[in-house]
């Protein structure tokens, strides 16, 4: 294979890989400590790339964009967090499951109503190349992969240096446990969903300028999303980054190989992980609560 | 009854969904008192301790803790305001250290005075770093209760503590219970009767949903007389 | 005797009501919901009876339609053919993939299928679009022979066809949900392990329930390729997945009327909404999050307690 077209084809991966990576945290932290499985995470991405869009627009820069994105995709989160799932919290996981595609969908219509419904394009906020083994890489690129990088160590640190984030981890394990001990869970549930909801439009103003910014982007990337996070494991933030450039890798490498491999590729690995291991690479055989 | 009551429950009814567990269960508790709960599997006795401390709803009756009425107030303010459940399943949060256990433990009332833990349990302090699910079944119920003492609780309801546990480790429970006694009462879950007749001033009996007897006479529960509930 | 007859009553009611649809209402309107139904009954079974959530019925639906058409469209001319291979293909792929399916959590296959409506609709767009035309679809409804009897091409004759199907489905439901199979279905969702316990495998047990599911599914999707004489890979749109879950959580989750009454209700709705505001996503996102907050019992769900009430009161003198 052509040296070149490789070194593109892995940064390529790597991109959409962080990507894939940032917005399924939201999905797998959810899931680990709330057991809800929050579709939803796909409108604050939407919401994430069309306020990056609108405030580009208005002050001409993209990273204000990513930034108001993040802030309004954490406050849409936190409402929606108050008014509807704190109310279905101890429902069973396929409802709070449908509640949340419910919640997608509406957030699609509502955003077809104030963008419409055409491809708005935002551009790159950095057109310059970087040149890696003589092959030219756009370094947008490279800075999404960097900017993924430090949301993992900083979620790391926030996990196992903060107090709130061992009572996380805690309520990961047993929240019933975190519970006695007098902590407000509901307090670490919406600090988690809020965490979730910025990440989740941090990742949709990263990928804004790659793609084209649609009302259906969420569902767009929902298949890959769930494929991440099911060979990650639900619920386990280092099974996310694993698979997340997994995922971005086979992807890009497949598309290079045979087109449509790049969407069917995953699935197949995914299968084949399920069957090794029916809870994903790092997922643990955790019960319903 | 005495004046120094902490714990009033009276006509508890609980039910899971449709199936009733308990019946009209009344239960009192002075402060310093150690006080069992004995009878058999399925009995109820944990879904009474587990009632008491807001994990579950009652469909009636009134749970009253010094003067407060305990019903409808979260489980985690319950904690907060001095009445703990130790549960029976020895889960520590295994993926975090001792220390971070105790943390947690810490966190919700700001005591971060370990002291009265180590004193009780002075093997913690070696532990401190360990991942608390590499512990021993002892050293995790050590864990359980020492991180429960934190923010000093006036009750503390202990489900099962010594199941499955070595009989060294029990006495050092034993006289963990009767130390802590001098600051708390204690409800005690316990299959051991041995236990229960060394440590209890007195024993309620479970059976089926109801409280069946109640022993308070010293001679009696030294005689054992609780067997026959088991 | 009673029960038999306190059924068929059952039935009847069911079915007189979407007659009077049929002349009431224009004809492809009622042959949309009868077809939509039959498709819902699958997924409707699925969460109802076994607590499995499929957000991936549409991959089902295409293996039926794509089977149907491809025989309709290369080979032969019989419709009827055509639906008998259309439900051959969705055992088939049941019994190839459900083993896979049926042995994950009910939270990672809900992940699974939709991640395979994905697929499928990837395979029929892209990888098999020399023999599915990719997104021009196949036409076929030229090809369609007129049958003795009913003639499948007629609409009218068409509609009185779907309504026997539908109705031979809806009975097969009915006959499972009283039957041990049935009971041992409703055991797999709520306590697995009773059901080891009595000797039944659960593994078994929900690969059969996901077997006859989604050969329903399958079937619906024949029907619709038969009914508008082409197919194309729109019909495996994952955006259309959520199209089955929502008209059950409408008609009330494991209740043998609800995908009826969901279908007539979600198609109206769909209809009336649409002739408005364009995009109708919001409308139906706000109602699926407001069925989970009155509590997930659905249209039928909430009206099945009170008729049963006034049922049950008339009845009373005679029994
Ligand atoms: N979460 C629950 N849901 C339904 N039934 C339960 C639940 N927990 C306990 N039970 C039932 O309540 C009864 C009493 O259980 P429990 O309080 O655990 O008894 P004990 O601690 O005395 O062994 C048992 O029959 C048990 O099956
Ligand atoms: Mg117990």
């Known amino acids: 294979m052509d040296p070149q077209l490789l070194i593109s084809g892995v940064i390529f991966g790597l991109s959409i890989g962080s990507v894939f990576f940032l917005l399924s945290i939201g999905l797998s932290l959810c899931f680990g400590l709330m057991r809800i499985i929050s579709l939803d995470q796909l409108l604050y991405y939407a919401i994430g790339a069309y306020i990056t869009y609108t405030l580009y627009l208005v002050t001409g820069s993209v990273w204000i964009g990513v930034l108001g994105g993040m802030v309004i995709s954490g406050i849409v989160a936190f409402g929606v967090e108050r008014f509807i799932f704190l109310r279905i919290y101890e429902r069973d996981i396929t409802f709070t499951m449908i509640a949340s595609f419910g919640i997608l969908f509406a957030g699609v219509g509502a955003i077809k109503y104030i963008w419409g419904l055409a491809p708005l394009p935002v551009p790159s906020p950095i057109n310059a190349m970087a040149s890696i083994f003589g092959t030219e890489i756009p370094i947008y690129r490279l800075i999404v992969i960097v900017i993924s990088f430090l949301v993992y160590v900083s979620i790391w640190a926030f996990l196992n240096k903060t107090i709130t984030g061992k009572a996380i981890r805690a309520g990961i394990e047993n929240v019933e446990h975190v519970e006695g001990l007098g902590i407000n869970v509901y307090k670490l549930f919406t600090t988690t969903f809020i965490i979730s909801g910025v990440l989740s439009g941090l990742a949709g103003g990263l990928h804004a300028p790659l793609i084209m910014v649609d009302p259906q982007m969420g569902l767009e990337v929902l298949p890959f999303v769930f494929m991440v996070v099911i060979i990650g494991g639900l619920g386990s933030i280092k099974g996310t980054l694993v698979s997340a450039f997994i995922v971005g890798q086979v992807i890009s490498l497949g598309a290079i190989i045979y087109g449509p491999l790049a969407q069917m590729a995953p699935f197949a690995i995914m299968l084949l992980i399920l069957l090794i291991k029916p809870t994903g690479l790092y997922g643990s055989k955790m019960l319903k609560r | 009854m005495p004046t120094d009551e902490i714990l009033a429950v009276e006509g508890l009814n609980v039910a899971y969904g449709e199936s009733k567990v308990l019946f009209d269960v009344s239960i009192h508790i002075n402060a310093n008192e150690i006080v069992s709960c004995v009878g058999r599997n399925g009995a109820g006795k944990s879904t009474l301790l587990r009632t008491i401390s807001g994990f579950v709803k009652p469909t009636s009756g009134t749970v009253m803790f010094a003067d407060t009425s305990l019903v409808g107030i979260k489980c985690y303010d319950i904690a907060r305001m001095g009445l703990k459940y130790i549960p029976q399943d020895k889960k520590v949060f295994s993926d975090l250290t001792v220390r971070e256990n105790l943390e947690l433990g810490s966190y919700a009332t700001q005591d971060y005075n370990w002291d009265k833990v180590t004193e009780y349990f002075p093997k913690l302090t070696l532990l401190m770093e360990r991942k608390a699910g590499y512990l021993s079944g ?29 009989p060294s480790i029990v006495a050092q429970l034993q006289n963990v219970f009767l130390e802590l006694s001098k600051k708390a009462a204690l409800v005690i879950v316990e299959q051991n009767l041995s236990l229960v007749s060394a440590i209890s001033q007195r024993v309620y009996a479970v059976k089926e949903g109801r409280v069946v007897h109640e022993i308070s006479d010293e001679g009696e529960i030294k005689n054992n007389v609780c067997e026959k509930y088991l | ?111 699974v299928n939709l991640a395979l409506a994905v697929i499928v609709f990837y395979l029929f767009e892209k990888v098999l679009a020399s023999i599915t035309h990719g997104d021009n679809g196949l036409w076929f409804l030229t090809n369609i022979a007129s049958t003795p009897g009913l003639d499948l091409g007629v609409p009218s004759d068409f509609f009185i066809f779907v309504f026997l199907v539908a109705f031979g489905v809806w009975v097969l439901y009915k006959y499972l949900d009283d039957s041990i199979f049935g009971a041992c279905c409703q055991a797999t969702k709520t306590n697995e392990d009773k059901v080891k316990f009595l000797g039944y495998s659960n593994f078994k047990i929900r690969f059969l329930a996901f077997i006859i599911a989604n050969t329903t599914t399958a079937l619906a999707g024949s029907l619709y390729a038969v009914y508008f004489g082409f197919v194309s890979p729109e019909i495996a749109s994952p955006s259309r997945a959520a199209d089955p879950v929502i008209v059950t959580l409408l008609g009330g989750v494991g209740t043998l009327y609800g995908p009826i009454v969901g279908a007539f209700a979600y198609t109206g709705m769909k209809d009336l909404i649409s002739g408005y505001i364009s995009n109708w996503e919001l409308f139906i996102g706000l109602l699926l999050v407001f069925i989970m907050l009155a509590g997930e019992k659905g249209i039928w769900g909430s009206l099945e307690p009170v008729l049963k009430r006034t049922f049950s009161k008339k009845g009373k003198p005679t029994t």
């Open chain 2, 138 to 166: 002892g050293e995790r119920q050590m864990l359980m209760i020492g991180r429960a003492l934190l923010g000093d609780p006036k009750v503390l309801l202990v489900d099962e503590p010594t199941e499955g546990l070595a």
């Open chain 3, 1 to 111: 005797m009673v029960k038999l007859f306190n059924w068929s009553r059952g039935i009847l009611l069911a079915f007189f009501c979407l007659l009077l649809v049929r002349v009431f209402l224009p004809l492809p309107f009622a042959i949309e919901i009868i077809i939509f139904a039959t498709y819902t009954m699958g997924c409707n079974f699925l969460l109802g009876r076994v607590g499995f959530i499929s957000f991936g019925q549409p991959a089902y639906l295409a293996v039926g339609a794509y089977a149907t058409s491809f025989y309709l469209f290369y080979f032969g001319t019989n419709p009827i053919i055509g639906i008998l291979l259309g439900i051959l293909a969705g055992v088939a792929v049941a019994l190839i993939i459900g083993p896979f399916f049926v042995r994950l959590r009910s939270d990672y296959f809900a992940l």
